[in-house]
């Protein structure tokens, strides 16, 4: 049993509107693993929590991708004054420590390093360091999102 296997359990029930069960399923990651993973919060596929999430704490309106690595004691949550939460893209890894807060989305493939603190919008593949948290470099092959392709015009005929 793995917070996450807990978390998806309470993610379902949570869906189905089942009552009770989600919120003791919450303070069993609580208590055993001292992970905050509310029921609502969505998780991609084969996210991995460090240290089964030792000390990480994710808001129930965020957003998480797939393949999404996120180490202990990182938060992604709200800032004052801001209704919107964090968008975590896929592919995104998150060191120990940091924290990811606010109206904010964090492009695919993104490093944030440990302790940063990401208040803003991040790039597709930035690796962003410190407090707050500034692009250090592009990693190889992860440049701007292509443009959504268009249909062709159609032909006079
Ligand atoms: C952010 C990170 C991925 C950068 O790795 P990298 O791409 O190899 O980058 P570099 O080590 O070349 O560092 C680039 C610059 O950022 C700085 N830097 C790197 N990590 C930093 C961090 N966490 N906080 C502040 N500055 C950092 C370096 O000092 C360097 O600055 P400089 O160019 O002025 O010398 C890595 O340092 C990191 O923090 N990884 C997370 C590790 C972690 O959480 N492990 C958990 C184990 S349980």
Do not use: F
Request: hydrophobic residues 45%; positive net charge; proline residues 10%.
């Amino acid at each position: 049993m793995t917070p996450l296997w807990i978390h998806r359990l309470a993610h379902r029930a949570h869906r189905a509107g089942v009552p009770v069960l989600p919120r003791l399923l919450y303070a069993v990651n609580r208590l055993v693993y001292s992970v905050a993973l509310p029921p609502s919060v969505q998780l991609g596929r084969d996210v991995v929590l460090g240290y089964s999430g030792l000390g990480t704490v994710i808001h129930a309106r965020a957003v998480i991708g797939d393949r999404v690595t996120i180490g202990t004691c990182v938060t992604v949550g709200g800032r004052s004054g801001h209704h919107a939460v964090p968008v975590i893209e896929s592919d995104v890894e998150i060191g120990s420590g940091a924290k990811v807060l606010g109206p904010i989305r964090v492009g695919a493939g993104a490093v944030i390093g440990a302790n940063a603190v990401v208040l803003h919008n991040v790039p597709r593949g930035a690796v962003m360091v410190g407090v707050p948290a500034r692009v250090v470099r592009i990693q190889d092959g992860w440049g701007p999102a292509p443009a959504p392709s268009t249909p062709p015009p159609p032909r006079d005929e």
